[in-house]
């Protein structure tokens, strides 16, 4: 049973930096596709940045790039999200979701595995 754990969320002004990680266990292969998402209140979860970890393939939503970074840990079986230029928009909880097959996609209905959650607050 594949399981993801989230960590990092905080809260922060706007302008300022956090790091999420996302801890995976339970699979056998090394090779996955691995996305953050965010849901803000009243919203519908939206894709914020995926990786495929078998060659570090990444796809960003247009609203993030050059402010978010995904980067991957195989030996830590971990994901990380730095976000950087934090606005009160990026405010939400971000999920951690995971699947074994192509596409790289943000959409959220590719995911089968999901993490619970961690809580981001931007504050203007």
């Known amino acids: 049973q594949v399981q993801l754990v989230e960590s990092g969320g905080g809260s922060v002004q706007a302008g300022g930096s956090l790091r999420l990680s996302c801890a995976a266990s339970g699979y056998t292969s090394s090779r996955n596709y691995m996305g953050w998402f965010r849901q803000a209140p009243g919203k519908e979860r939206e894709g914020v940045a995926v990786i495929y970890t078998g060659g570090g393939t990444t796809l960003y939503a247009d609203s993030v790039k050059g402010r978010f970074t995904i980067s991957q840990d195989n030996t830590k079986n971990t994901v990380y999200l730095q976000m950087n230029s934090l606005k009160p928009e990026d405010t939400g909880m971000y999920y951690c979701?995971?699947?074994?097959?192509?596409?790289?996609?943000?959409?959220?209905?590719?995911?089968?595995?999901w993490g619970q959650g961690t809580q981001v607050t931007v504050s203007s």
């Open positions: 979701a995971a699947k074994s097959s192509p596409p790289v996609t943000l959409s959220r209905y590719w995911y089968r595995y």
